[in-house]
Antibody, heavy 120, light 108 residues
Framework: QLQLQESGPGLVKPSETLSLTCTVS??????????WGWIRQPPGKGLEWIGS???????YYNPSLKSRVTLSVDTSKNQFSLKLSSVTAADTAVFYC????????????WGQGTLVTVSS | EIVMTQSPATLSLSPGERATLSCRAS??????LAWYQQKPGQAPRLLIY???TRATGIPARFSGSGSGTEFTLTISSLQSEDFAVYYC??????????FGQGTKLEIK
């Protein structure tokens, strides 16, 4: 059974870059059938799609975040990563990594999520 | 960007009752709509995709309907474990994929 696990610092200072990694287990990130992505949820609020990436490196981003987001894939480690630059308190959220089937638009499964707080 | 609007924001019902949750899209999304359930402290879980197809392992009491701009998630007879927040998500026009703001289903 495929599992996703987020990891990274839980506290980031304003103006710095948030970096998270998602480790995929129970399946290969190099599968041609899936995109891998990130969704965030500010405390007590709704869900926002950040972006998705294919194992080849082809990526799509939310236009509202595109200037600050970089996704990458490390097939040797079966991991993919998120970098969000110039963070502010508004970027405080639980970040989930997710899988999407190629050609489909829903997300399944989800990682358990990791809370990242932006504060000095 | 397609805006998804869910109603009501909160729904108070008793176990055994029928729940009807609504989701409206700002423009047609055809049948490209998914529903998720989120319990406190947990990640969302996929319930429905294609507006009406239950995901693997989802009980038959959950059903989805609608197309275009109007969608409904129905829970036929509420169980205690169904009280949670429910989100709809469109995947017809992207980027970005967009979610509704959620409906909280609480015990009356």
């Amino acid at each position: 059974q495929l599992q996703l696990q987020e990891s990274g610092p839980g506290l980031v200072k304003p103006s710095e870059t948030l970096s998270l990694t998602c480790t995929v287990s129970g399946g290969s990130i190099s599968s041609s059938s899936y995109y891998w992505g990130w969704i965030r949820q500010p405390p007590g609020k709704g869900l926002e799609w950040i972006g998705s990436i294919y194992y080849s490196g082809n990526a799509y981003y939310n236009p509202s975040l595109k200037s600050r987001v970089t996704l990458s894939v490390d097939t040797s480690k079966n991991q993919f990563s998120l970098k969000l630059s110039s963070v502010t308190a508004a970027d405080t959220a639980v970040f989930y990594c997710v899988r999407r089937i190629l050609g489909r638009g829903w997300f399944d499964p989800w990682g358990q999520g990791t809370l990242v707080t932006v504060s000095s | 960007e397609i805006v998804m609007t869910q109603s009501p924001a909160t729904l108070s019902l008793s176990p055994g009752e029928r729940a009807t949750l609504s989701c409206r899209a700002s423009q047609s999304v055809s049948s490209n709509l998914a529903w998720y359930q989120q319990k406190p402290g947990q990640a969302p879980r996929l319930l429905i995709y294609g507006a009406s197809t239950r995901a693997t392992g989802i009980p038959a009491r959950f059903s989805g309907s609608g197309s275009g701009t109007e969608f409904t998630l129905t829970i036929s007879s509420l169980q205690s474990e169904d009280f949670a927040v429910y989100y709809c998500q469109q995947y017809n026009n992207w980027p970005p994929y967009t979610f509704g703001q959620g409906t909280k289903l609480e015990i009356k």
